[in-house]
């Protein structure tokens, strides 16, 4: 069981995320927003999750800023994001991210997630 964040502005995508996440086990907080996450990162009462699924397109501080942010800081550089988006092209402005575990193209399939999930876990914990 791992601590997964989603962090994605759409309600009926997180709420699909979370149930089929949970149904494998895994504890999940849902951020709806890339400023929500970054209060939940400063928050020492909190921890830190052990993946991050992040939305790249959010209104307010987007998926691409939001991960730059992680990779400033020493504590949340490690931590490994899986990077949704249905805009191919993005995938480039998180080229040479070392904590990029994983992009996947919206829509995706359950196994897709699954699979992307279970890799960017067992990366992270060697």
């Not at 730059?68 to 805009?87: A, F, S, W």
Request: glycine share 8%.
């Amino acid at each position: 069981m791992a601590s997964i964040w989603i962090v994605d502005d759409d309600p009926f995508f997180s709420t699909f995320l979370t149930d089929a996440l949970r149904n494998k086990g895994h504890q999940i907080q849902r951020c709806g927003s890339g400023d929500e996450a970054l209060r939940w990162i400063r928050d020492p009462r909190r921890g830190l999750p052990e993946l991050i699924l992040l939305d790249v397109s959010m209104p307010g501080l987007d998926g691409f800023t939001l991960h730059r942010l992680l990779q400033e800081q020493e504590e949340t550089r490690k931590i490994p994001v899986i990077i949704m988006t249905g805009k191919e092209k993005l995938r480039t402005a998180f080229a040479g991210s070392s904590n990029v575990a994983a992009f996947i193209e919206k829509p995706f399939d359950l196994h897709t997630l699954y699979e992307a999930v279970e890799k960017a876990l067992k990366g992270s914990r060697g």
